[in-house]
């Protein structure tokens, strides 16, 4: 059986994002969509020059159509998971103000055995 092809042209604006090949090729196999769809968003809002990204669960829920319980989980899922680090700390109010850090993505050899 012949395999159909598709042809992608990239005529985006200045105002797009990246994410790394395997994000794509291994990861949204193993991850749940609304996981996935959450880590796509943290790599969409992460500042290339500052290497953050400002942005609270409640606008994540909001843009993803998902209720911020389902953000928290995919957060815990994606920390398990290796694919960011969370910096806990405390504003000076006392409030929680974590920091997430989108680590690098692991290659297909190395979840190999998640498929």
Known sequence: MTQK??????????NFF???????DVWARVLSH??????????RYANN?????RVGYAHLA????MSTATVSA?????????LLTVERGY??????????????????SEVGSLQ
Request: proline residues 2%.
């Open 5 to 14: 092809h598709i042809r992608v042209k990239d005529n985006r604006r200045i």
């Open 18 to 24: 990246q994410t790394d090949n395997d994000a794509v």
């Open 34 to 43: 609304a996981t996935f769809k959450v880590y796509i968003a943290l790599c």
């Open 49 to 53: 020059l500052t290497s953050e990204a």
């Open 62 to 65: 909001e843009a993803l159509n």
């Open 74 to 82: 995919a957060l815990k899922t994606l920390e398990s998971e290796g």
């Open 91 to 108: 504003n000076e109010r006392g409030a929680e103000t974590n920091i997430y850090v989108l680590q690098p993505v692991t290659s297909m």
